[in-house]
């Protein structure tokens, strides 16, 4: 069974679990749809969302996050960094190597940068798009601590355990199974 007729039975099931739950209203010439219809449907309306913080609760963090920024700066090593960063009027303390960003920059940063950023894979193929509602799990390939696996103890990174974690991740990518 192909990936769309897959999709357009699970669609099929959920309608007549509807139609007998009878809360379905005014959406019977969905039911009708072409199977591409239907898995744009069901990718968008009955996938399941996790929001751990509100509206109001996101905006605080937002604007306390620009004030950090603004006030406290963050570090900053790479002398080609600090240089495009002072082209755009970034205020940098050069003995303390700490940049400083006012919330317009940021504003201004963030309108200019795509809504989504697809990766690819060696081959060139495009396997994930970030952004949007899509969900993405990272592995840690920006792990700065690992439990060592021999003592349970919790210790800096090495080049080896990002070697592990390499082949580990390519033995569970190349199995076939769904979870």
Sequence with gaps: MDYENFWTLVYDVQMKRMLSQSILIGR????????????KHMSSNLRPELKLLGTETIKKVITEAKE???????????????????????????E???????????DKALESV????????RAGHEVVELGGD????DPGSAAL?????????????VT????????????????????
């Design 28 to 39: 019977f010439d969905l039911y009708r749809s072409t199977s591409k219809e239907v898995t």
């Design 134 to 137: 899509n969900v993405c799990f």
């Design 68 to 94: 950090v920024l603004e006030e406290l700066g963050f570090y900053i090593e790479n002398r080609q960094a600090i240089e495009l960063l002072q082209q755009v009027g970034v205020r940098i303390d050069l």
């Design 96 to 106: 303390k190597k700490r940049a400083y960003l006012s919330p317009d920059l940021i």
């Design 114 to 121: 795509p809504s989504t950023i697809p990766l690819f894979n």
């Design 160 to 179: 080896m355990d990002f070697i592990h974690l390499g082949r580990e991740l390519m033995r569970i990518l190349s199995s076939e199974f769904i979870v």
């Design 145 to 157: 601590n690992v439990l060592d696996p021999e003592t349970g103890e919790t210790r800096n990174a």
